[in-house]
């Protein structure tokens, strides 16, 4: 069972940034597509942002030109580097690990427990 881990979050003003981090570990050696989630108060998980093995990435409009996701692969550690940080991105953030089909990202049953940012002056 893969397991992972996120550390990063915390308080923050408007404007500022954070980078989260998830390591994985027993992967068996795969090396899975990777993405991040967010749920905030009362609202449903969404998702954020992912990366292939190779590092092709996508993301929601809502953090397009804001957002940066990356990995490393040596360190099974994926990375969420925020910035321009607005209070409407105040969430908990999940890691999680999956699979591509039909070139969309789709979840394994593999989440972390979560870190929270917090977005407010």
């Known amino acids: 069972q893969v397991q992972l881990a996120e550390s990063g979050g915390g308080l923050v003003q408007p404007g500022g940034s954070l980078r989260l981090s998830c390591a994985a570990s027993?992967?068996?050696?795969?090396?899975?597509?990777m993405a991040w989630y967010r749920q905030a108060p009362g609202k449903q998980r969404e998702y954020v942002a992912d990366i292939s093995s190779g590092g092709t990435t996508n993301y929601a409009d809502s953090v397009k030109g804001r957002f940066s996701i990356s990995r490393d692969n040596t360190m099974n550690t994926v990375y969420l580097q925020m910035t321009s940080l607005k209070p409407e991105d105040t969430a908990v953030y999940y890691c999680?690990?999956?699979?591509?089909?039909?070139?969309?990202?789709?979840?394994?049953?593999?989440w972390g427990q979560g870190t929270q940012v917090t977005v407010s002056s």
């Open positions: 027993r992967t068996g050696g795969s090396v899975y597509a």
């Open positions: 999680n690990a999956g699979y591509y089909f039909l070139r969309t990202y789709r979840p394994y049953d593999y």
